[in-house]
């Protein structure tokens, strides 16, 4: 190879690093592969520039041109190549893939946190060596049995991803009902009247956010349910009583399931049928107007 021909070999590789570094963070960032091909090929792409760049330096001060322009040209390329590495390491940083993983059910899955100042969770699962994002309402029908997970940091993530952070499992609001009744005693009781009082007025308040037709009324009855927030498979049920345009709070459902359908009968008993996403029923009744609710 004569030397015109080298001179070019070479700009070309030092064009070449700067389309290949670039080109493998498009890459990462459209294609979801799994943290640590990923991560690799970032570290890659960065070595392959930094090295690219250190193998066209040292023969760029071999090239027969005048001195100055050597000096100048040597100094634009310096500055080019640390604007661009500077660049490369920032977005590698933000392109990089925390290798927090998990198996359930024989199959692996990765938990990642996709925010920067605040945790964001999304939660994929393994295809081979790219990964694919489970939504919402995937994430309840397979994540099913928490209890299974017993890593107690993933187990409260995807907790929060399918329940909310307002919607709670029976077995968290029974802890929650069975410390209140310990710890609330003598003037405590009073406390606690007031503050259930506070609610019930900050929960009335709160269906001024909706309408009568957002409400799922039960027959023959001025009684309704109303579905106030949704997460994943789970919703959050109010039952409430309808004034004509206006509802008023009774009281808070433990059940989460999103089909629901009621009625009344003669003696004013209440009853309630949820099903699930898997089709399973549950059947509750009230006797003191919808207050409380029994299986």
Do not use: C
């Amino acid at each position: 190879m004569n030397l015109k021909n080298k001179k070019m070999a070479y700009i070309f590789l030092y064009f070449f690093s700067f389309i290949l570094s670039f080109g493998i963070l498009v890459l990462v960032n459209k294609i979801e592969f799994i943290p640590v091909i990923n991560n690799i090929l970032i570290g890659l792409g960065f070595l392959f520039f930094i090295g690219l760049q250190i193998f066209f330096l040292y023969n760029f001060t071999k090239f027969n041109i005048d001195k100055y322009w050597k000096i100048f040209l040597g100094i634009g390329i310096l500055i080019l190549g640390f604007i661009f590495a500077f660049y490369i390491f920032l977005a590698s940083i933000f392109s990089g893939k925390e290798n927090r993983s998990l198996v359930y059910d024989g199959e692996k899955y990765y938990i990642l946190n996709v925010g920067w100042m605040d945790p964001i969770y999304e939660v994929y699962e393994k295809n081979f060596i790219t990964m694919d994002k489970l939504d919402e309402e995937k994430l309840g029908r397979v994540f099913s049995d928490l209890s299974k997970i017993h890593d107690e940091d993933q187990r409260e993530i995807l907790k929060f991803l399918i329940y909310g952070r307002e919607n709670f499992t029976k077995e968290e609001k029974e802890e929650d009902n069975h410390a209140a009744k310990e710890n609330l005693k003598g003037s405590h009781q009073i406390e606690e009247k007031n503050e259930e009082k506070n609610k019930k007025e900050d929960k009335n308040e709160f269906l001024k956010n909706f309408t009568v037709k957002d409400a799922i009324k039960i027959e023959n009855s001025d009684y309704g349910l109303l579905e106030v927030d949704h997460a994943g498979a789970r919703s959050r049920w109010f039952f409430v009583k309808i004034l004509g345009d206006e509802m008023k709070f009774i009281s808070e459902l433990e059940e989460t399931s999103p089909g629901v359908s009621g009625k009344v009968d003669k003696k004013g008993n209440i009853y309630l049928k949820f099903t699930d996403v898997n089709k399973n029923e549950t059947n509750y009744i009230s006797r003191d107007g919808g207050k409380t609710f029994k299986e």
